[in-house]
């Protein structure tokens, strides 16, 4: 139980362009999800924190504009990448909790983003 | 919200027992401790989690003092294959729902 998937798992895009990631809990309703960035040899560092149906919350520095976030059902929260440029390259991992039921946030197996 | 604070690498041999400690001084009331193992480009495996005393699970013990600043991530008998890095994790409740912040971690490196 408690899985979290993610699609794609890496993806390679031209810089400019947009790119969509997708963070489903495949076997339990996630109510908030959250979107982590890491960085080789680094911690995960949270980008923001998305609640079902709610817009999503920021951490300091991270541009709401530039990283989009969907939450829009139970089971699948969205991040894109809008105009990507190679320094957006990095490991992109969500995880999904069904709060406050429970204390425990499940990871995705993370995506790699590659700008060019 | 709860800073956590490891030791940024530990080294051990195979079939040896692990401790891990964690301080989190600042932890408050309704915080979970929550202990979780990534392998490189890989999303994070929650391992074990509790709140306070002893708890145990299939793959490891957690231990947590009677004040709850520190914890203590007990792993038997390393192999090979446990090499990673190792997160605790505080998570706190506030008026926007939960949140965790995830500190530095103890990379274990496990030796033949």
């Known amino acids: 139980g408690a899985v979290v998937s993610q699609h794609p798992s890496w993806v390679i895009c031209k810089s400019g362009t947009s790119v969509k990631i997708e963070c489903r809990s495949l076997?339990?309703?996630?109510?908030?999800m959250f979107w982590y960035r890491q960085f080789p040899k680094q911690s995960l560092m949270l980008m923001a924190t998305?609640?079902?149906?709610?817009?999503?919350?920021?951490e300091q520095g991270v541009e709401k504009d530039k990283f989009l976030i969907n939450h829009a059902s139970l089971t699948l929260s969205t991040l894109t990448v809008t105009s990507a440029h190679p320094e957006d390259s990095s490991f992109y991992i969500c995880?999904?909790?069904?709060?406050?039921?429970?204390?425990?946030?499940?990871f995705g197996p993370g995506t790699r983003l590659t700008v060019l | 919200l709860a800073k956590t604070t490891q030791p940024i690498s530990m080294d051990s041999y195979e079939g040896q027992e692990v401790n891990i400690t964690c301080s989190h001084n600042?932890?408050?009331?309704?915080?979970?401790i929550t202990w979780y193992q990534q392998f490189p480009s890989q999303g994070p495996r929650f391992i074990i989690q509790?709140?306070?005393t002893k708890v145990t699970n299939e793959v490891a013990s957690l231990f947590i003092p009677a004040d709850r600043k520190s914890s203590t991530l007990s792993l038997p008998r390393v192999s090979l294959s446990d090499t990673a890095v190792y997160y605790c994790?505080?998570?706190?409740?506030?008026?926007?729902?939960?949140?965790?912040?995830f500190g530095a971690g103890t990379r274990l490196f496990v030796k033949a």
């Open positions: 995880s999904a909790g069904d709060f406050p039921s429970t204390d425990t946030q499940y």
């Open positions: 076997d339990f309703q996630a109510t908030t």
């Open positions: 998305s609640n079902e149906g709610s817009k999503a919350t920021y």
């Open positions: 600042n932890i408050a009331t309704n915080d979970y």
């Open positions: 509790g709140y306070k």
């Open positions: 994790l505080v998570g706190s409740r506030n008026t926007g729902g939960f949140k965790t912040i």
